[in-house]
């Protein structure tokens, strides 16, 4: 069965810190994909970025980072200076092979709340 | 932003009563999902859709129902609603069924049971 851990339910820091929120999952398949996505305050969910199980390379996107390492089973999410409005709640989740004929569904961490003030 | 919208994006209702909500997208896309949302949970899948006519049960799938008709919406029913129901929904779609394509969300419909 397919699992993630969002270990961190909420994490308050000052505007300018930086921040790493922790995605750790689990499952037996040897080819997954995993995400991250960003819900504000206002209640919609935003795709924010996709990696395979392939690729460990590190990514960057202006002041975010993902860090995934396959031998901790891990996909950290690094805001650098964050700003208020990164303010949200940020949920990891990981793909599942589809059956023949059905669909690919994700599995969900229960999410971190992020929240930055002045 | 993905053509998707949620009808309707507010309803309070009675327990017992049955409820519908409707996903509408406009990308043409064959996959579509509903999720729902509870504090703690994360967002957990309670059904989807491979294709028009096509669905199957996710995680939470006990007291709802589907149905797509056609392949721009897809309805997800609750027979007779119950206070456990209250919740967020959520619909997504996507373009494919590899692994790897990322889902894009509706903007939730907000379900409270009373």
């Known amino acids: 069965a397919q699992k993630v851990t969002q270990a961190q339910t909420e994490i308050s820091v000052v505007e300018k810190e930086d921040v790493t929120l922790d995605c750790v999952y689990e499952?037996?398949?040897?080819?997954?994909?995993l995400f991250w996505y960003k819900q504000p305050p206002s209640g919609e969910l935003v795709f924010l970025i996709r990696r395979n199980s392939f690729d460990e390379q590190n990514e960057i996107s202006g002041r975010y980072s993902w860090n995934f390492q396959k031998s901790t089973s891990s996909f950290n999410f690094t805001i650098t200076a964050s700003q208020v409005v990164d303010s949200a709640v940020y949920f990891c989740?990981?793909?599942?092979?589809?059956?023949?004929?059905?669909?690919?569904?994700?599995?969900f961490g229960t999410g971190t709340r992020l929240q930055v003030t002045l | 932003d993905a053509g998707i919208t949620q009808s309707p994006r507010h309803k309070v209702t009675e327990t017992g009563t049955p409820v519908t909500l409707r996903c509408h997208q406009t990308?043409?896309?064959?996959?579509m999902y509903w999720y729902r949302q509870d504090p703690g949970h994360g967002l957990r899948l309670i059904h989807y859709s491979y294709g028009v006519k096509d669905t199957d049960k996710g995680e939470v799938s006990d007291g709802y129902s589907v149905s797509r008709s056609k392949t721009e919406d897809f309805l997800l029913t609750l027979e007779s609603a119950t206070s456990s129901q209250t919740s967020v929904y959520f619909c997504?779609?996507?373009?494919?069924?590899?692994?790897?394509?990322?889902?894009?969300f509706g903007p939730g419909t907000r379900l409270t049971v009373t």
């Open positions: 997504a779609i996507s373009e494919s069924d590899r692994v790897g394509y990322e889902q894009y």
């Open positions: 499952t037996r398949d040897t080819t997954y994909y």
């Open positions: 989740a990981l793909s599942d092979p589809a059956k023949a004929g059905t669909a690919s569904k994700l599995t």
């Open positions: 990308e043409n896309h064959r996959y």
